[in-house]
């Protein structure tokens, strides 16, 4: 049997990869291939040569200056700095591409060319001669070892954004726009179990030669910044995600946009789940829109199904959008008793009146219509029982009505 790696492309993202691997190391999975396209064939050349803290390194620090010879100094998490940073690439773009000699610098310093070719991994790599417009495919063996590095680069190379990369006479642009996630080199080298990283980027995904190949996909489940932002602040995030999410599809944590240890999850349902159902019925009794309200697919799932999973499924993906509403961490691994903590503290720190009239005076219109504003006059509502005016919230917002009813299910049920 032969485990291959397939890292596709995807610029400054490719972090998550970094994480993904640290994952695969902790669960003692081995490889034998890595296949990779783009950022994918750079990672791909430092899983080969097995130098995991050298590559954690590179993405933990990374910025602007390891990529281009134009410095960036502006802030992609501010609006000014987001327009900054478009315009001086779209100001690139009409010259034929940002300058990434310190791209190649990079790859330079952290691609160690004896230990590439002494290792028992092997590897491939994708990327395009513009000239002929076709792919050249390369494994490792077919690269002169003093013509690596060059081809690493080739493969980086997204054009428009950066420059193409001259090799001996021909010009060559990111593999991507052939095969962003060469699954199909993998196989062709021997694979016959993959586990693919694939960072959804643009880019060509070509139809699996061999359907009998087991292959497991990992992809980012959170937002992980621009593909052509390059800053620690998302890097070092996204190797948070590339972890969490492996660890999740190999069964060792719990979530989807959140991570929980195992079985945390499942032992919440437990504890709250009747409480939680006797809380709804308890607020909807009363009201005439009762049968109106279990139309409601949302509703629906948690008050009439017979089905356990179908309510925790429900119930988990709910819990988890309160903590999107409070702004908690979604990089970070929770205990449930952790998580309803913090919940429930930033709850009690949102005064719905005085702080909306200062979002009002501020003219802060996003942050006015935040939903953590919502949930919070809703269970307000429920805890001074002021029925006409949940009559109204639990038909426009069965969502955030849901989330407080959740809330008030934690607060007073010890």
């Known amino acids: 049997m032969k485990r291959a790696i397939v890292l596709s492309g995807g610029g400054s993202k490719g972090a998550y990869q970094i994480g993904v691997w640290k994952a695969l190391k902790k669960l003692k999975i081995h490889y034998d291939i890595v296949t990779g396209t783009s950022v994918g064939a750079l990672n791909a050349a430092?899983?080969?040569?097995?130098?995991?803290h050298k590559g954690l390194k590179l993405w933990y620090n990374l910025n602007s200056n390891m990529i281009f010879d134009e410095e960036i100094k502006e802030d992609y998490n501010t609006q000014e700095?987001?327009?900054?940073?478009?315009?001086?690439?779209?100001?690139?773009?009409?010259?034929?591409?940002?300058?990434?000699?310190?791209?190649?610098?990079?790859?330079?310093?952290?691609v160690d060319l004896k230990k590439i070719y002494a290792s028992k991994i092997d590897?491939?790599?994708v990327t395009f001669n513009v000239k002929t417009l076709k792919p050249l495919i390369l494994t490792k063996n077919k690269i002169p070892r003093e013509k690596l590095h060059a081809y690493l680069l080739a493969s980086s190379s997204c054009f428009p954004a950066f420059k193409m990369k001259k090799i001996d006479e021909q010009k060559y642009i990111d593999g991507g726009i052939y095969d962003n996630l060469p699954i199909n080199l993998a196989i062709k080298m021997g694979a016959t179990e993959i586990i693919a990283v694939d960072l959804r980027e643009l880019g060509i995904k070509k139809?699996?030669?061999?359907?009998n190949i087991k292959i497991k996909y990992i992809s980012p489940r959170n937002k992980i910044g621009s593909f052509l932002v390059f800053q620690s602040s998302f890097s070092r995030k996204a190797i948070k995600f590339g972890y969490n999410d492996t660890m999740k599809e190999f069964n060792f944590f719990e979530g989807n946009l959140y991570t929980?240890?195992?079985?945390?999850?499942?032992?919440?349902?437990?504890?709250?789940?009747?409480?939680?159902?006797?809380?709804i019925n308890l607020v909807l009794q009363n009201s005439k829109l009762y049968k109106k309200l279990l139309l409601i697919p949302s509703y629906k799932k948690i008050l009439l199904s017979s089905n356990d999973e179908v309510i925790k499924k429900e119930l988990n993906k709910?819990?988890?959008?309160?903590?999107?509403?409070?702004?908690?961490?979604?990089s970070k691994i929770y205990r449930i008793n952790q998580y309803n903590k913090l919940l429930k503290s930033k709850l009690l720190l949102i005064n719905s009146d005085s702080k909306k009239n200062k979002?009002?005076?501020?003219?802060?219109?996003?942050?006015?219509?935040?939903?953590?504003?919502?949930?919070?006059?809703?269970?307000?509502?429920?805890?001074?029982?002021?029925?006409?005016?949940?009559?109204?919230?639990?038909?426009?917002?069965?969502?955030?009505?849901?989330?407080?009813?959740?809330?008030?299910?934690?607060?007073?049920?010890?």
């Open 359 to 414: 979002l009002i005076e501020e003219k802060d219109i996003k942050n006015l219509f935040s939903n953590k504003f919502t949930i919070k006059y809703i269970y307000d509502c429920i805890k001074n029982n002021e029925e006409k005016k949940l009559n109204k919230l639990v038909i426009l917002f069965p969502h955030e009505f849901l989330q407080a009813i959740y809330l008030k299910t934690i607060i007073d049920k010890k």
């Open 207 to 211: 139809k699996i030669i061999d359907e």
């Open 318 to 330: 709910m819990i988890e959008q309160i903590g999107l509403s409070f702004n908690l961490d979604e």
């Open 123 to 125: 590897m491939g790599i």
């Open 260 to 279: 929980f240890r195992n079985n945390q999850l499942n032992k919440n349902y437990k504890k709250y789940k009747d409480y939680y159902i006797e809380n």
């Open 81 to 110: 700095g987001k327009k900054i940073i478009i315009f001086s690439y779209f100001k690139n773009i009409i010259k034929g591409g940002m300058n990434v000699n310190n791209l190649e610098k990079t790859i330079i310093n952290n």
């Open 46 to 52: 430092i899983m080969t040569q097995n130098t995991f």
